[in-house]
Structure formats: C-alpha cells, structure tokens
T-cell receptor, first 111, second 116 residues
Framework: RKEVEQDPGPFNVPEGATVAFNCTYS??????FFWYRQDCRKEPKLLMS???SGNEDGRFTAQLNRASQYISLLIRDSKLSDSATYLC????????????FGAGTRLFVKA | EAGVTQFPSHSVIEKGQTVTLRCDPI?????LYWYRRVMGKEIKFLLH????????ESGMPNNRFLAERTGGTYSTLKVQPAELEDSGVYFC??????????????FGPGTRLTVL
C-alpha cells in the first residue's frame, strides 16, 4: 500500500463545475500537508498548505481530517486553466524528514 | 526574487558515463531537497540538506549517487556510473523551515536525464 494515495482520475469536467479531490495518508505521524499543481512537463508548484481548520484561497478549499488521515481539495467554478495534475504531498519526521508525494490526479476542464 | 534553478535542463548520456546535476536554491533557504520522477511513477524523495549537512539520504537509490552541498549554497548530484534505470526527471526544491516538520517547498524546473 502506498503511503499517500489519491483518486485515480482523470477527472473530465466542464467549465464552471465543482470538482473534489481526495487523498489519504498512512503515516499517523505526518505533520504537514500540501496540495501542489503540476502542468505537463513542468515542475510542481505549491497550490496551498492544508490545515486542520481548513483553508480557502479564492476558488480553492483544502481540508484535513487527522482522525481519518484524509485530505481534500475542492475547486469551485473550474476554469480551463485549472487543467493540470494535482499532487497531494505529506511531510513527516519519522526517521528523518521525509516528503511523500501522491501519484497525482489529472484534471481536464473543457469548454 | 529568483526561484530555484537547475542545470542542465536536459542531459543525454550513455550507460556507464558520469553526469553531474546542479541546483541553486532560493537565496536564504537553508533546506534543499532532491527528488526524482521516473516515467509513470510518482515523485520520490532522494535526500534533504540543511545548509551543508545531509539530514536524510534514505531515498538515494544506491552508492552510484552522490550529493554534495559544500558551503551550504548550491548542491550537486552526481551519478557515476549511470545506468538505464537512472533515466527520469530530477527535481530540486528549497524551503525555509518555519517550524519543525513544516515547510513549503519551492521546486526548480528539473533536469531531464536520459541514459542510453
């Protein structure tokens, strides 16, 4: 079982749709959580950090449930430019600092 | 402010040759990380520097890989001798650590390595 698992995707949605991505992690000692966005053949770019209290940045909302070891990302009013791969990233300090990436979920937003 | 830079952007070498990748982190970032993405797989952690010290190199595949960060500024990752399975995209990232275990990492554009 992978340490960080994401929805398999791809997600194909029309412009204006709301789309939700889910992510689960297995290491209960995980300490910090992020969503990154990666465009084709580009580097990952930080989209947002994820806090237990939930956080929102414009059309994007991230939630963390530590009890369930679950992270989510909600994108409202999807734009064509949101098309990308969304990576769930988890950091933990078990045996040294480690950053674990999920395999990513591909999103296609169509006109 | 300049972001993380990596050199070269692409490298094509033959099996058995040596390649050295370079990463220049964002100025002032003490933390520097190396990652690798092999085709079809997720990005994998290789190692983590804090300044010039290796904090965790548990992700390094084998002893053909050597990372250095002399002086705590830029870092190099050398692969010697390269094998076919070393092909992939090597990303470098840097961060300022706000508190233990929490840091937002900023990635460089990556070096695409192809071993023939």
């Amino acid at each position: 079982r992978k340490e960080v698992e994401q929805d398999p995707g791809p997600f194909n949605v029309p412009e204006g749709a709301t789309v939700a991505f889910n992510c689960t992690y297995s290491n209960s000692a995980s300490q910090s959580f992020f969503w990154y966005r990666q465009d084709c053949r580009k580097e990952p770019k930080l989209l947002m950090s994820v806090y237990s209290s939930g956080n929102e940045d414009g059309r994007f909302t991230a939630q963390l449930n530590r009890a369930s070891q679950y992270i989510s990302l909600l994108i409202r009013d999807s734009k064509l430019s949101d098309s990308a791969t969304y990576l769930c990233v988890v950091n933990h300090l078990t045996g040294g600092f480690k950053t674990i990436f999920g395999a990513g979920t591909r999103l296609f937003v169509k006109a | 402010e300049a972001g993380v830079t990596q050199f070269p952007s692409h490298s094509v070498i033959e099996k058995g040759q040596t390649v050295t990748l370079r990463c220049d982190p964002i100025s002032g970032h003490d933390n520097l990380y190396w990652y690798r993405r092999v085709m079809g797989k997720e990005i994998k952690f290789l190692l983590h520097f804090v300044k010039e010290s290796k904090q965790d190199e548990s992700g390094m595949p084998n002893n053909r890989f050597l990372a250095e960060r002399t002086g705590g500024t830029y870092s190099t990752l050398k692969v010697q001798p390269a094998e076919l399975e070393d092909s992939g995209v090597y990303f470098c990232a840097s961060s300022q650590e706000r508190r233990a275990g929490y840091n937002e990492q900023f990635f460089g554009p990556g070096t695409r390595l192809t071993v023939l």
